[in-house]
């Protein structure tokens, strides 16, 4: 990589500025892509400073291939290889799971009978009883600020930076789920 200084031994005040400003512009999208990366929630090593790597990116696309379904057995236990059959084998299970009625359940008594007592009245009291908003906060502060909670993308960084706008609906959001 040339030095700045032997680039700009010979160039005009115009050329020497427009170096900069594509300097810049060349960090900038550099970072930007880094970010990118970061958020990527299973890669530890970007926090910690790795550069983006071609090992990086291998890894990555090795990753998501790992992760991708290519072949199913249906029902009659052929072998579907099609994107759009694996898709409709998994919608259609899925469909016949909870796609029926909701049965209900008769008789409490018959839960408490038949399913085994396996956590102290003690321990089920702390789990079920309802948190404070300053549990919550404290919650959100110690979550690291790069990794994402769940399939929406948001990172914690996201509600740390937002709680002054969100975190009554977050708050009610998690309430609900604890109550439910």
Not at 16 to 24: G, I, S, V, Y
Not at 38 to 48: G, L, M, N, S, Y
Not at 51 to 78: E, G, L, P, W, Y
Request: proline share 3%; aromatic share 10%.
């Amino acid at each position: 990589m040339l030095q700045e200084e032997e680039v700009e031994e010979g160039l005009t005040l115009e050329e020497e500025e427009e170096l900069k400003e594509c300097t810049a512009g060349y960090h900038n999208a550099l970072h930007d892509v880094e970010e990118y990366w970061k958020q990527k929630p299973t890669v530890a090593w970007v926090k910690e400073g790795d550069s983006n790597t071609k090992f990086f990116h291998c890894s990555t696309i090795v990753r998501r291939n790992t992760n991708c379904i290519r072949r199913i057995k249906n029902v009659d236990n052929a072998v579907m290889e099609e994107p759009k059959k694996i898709k409709a084998i998994f919608f259609n299970y899925f469909q016949r799971l909870w796609g029926g009625e909701v049965i209900g359940v008769a008789d409490d008594k018959l839960i408490e009978e038949n399913v085994p007592h396996l956590i102290l009245t003690e321990d089920n009291e702390l789990l079920t009883r309802e948190r404070s908003w300053q549990e919550v906060m404290t919650v959100i502060r110690v979550m690291p600020a790069d990794k994402a909670p769940g399939p929406d993308g948001f990172s914690w960084m996201f509600y740390k930076k937002f709680w002054n706008i969100i975190g009554s609906d977050v708050f009610e959001v998690v309430k609900h789920v604890l109550r439910t």
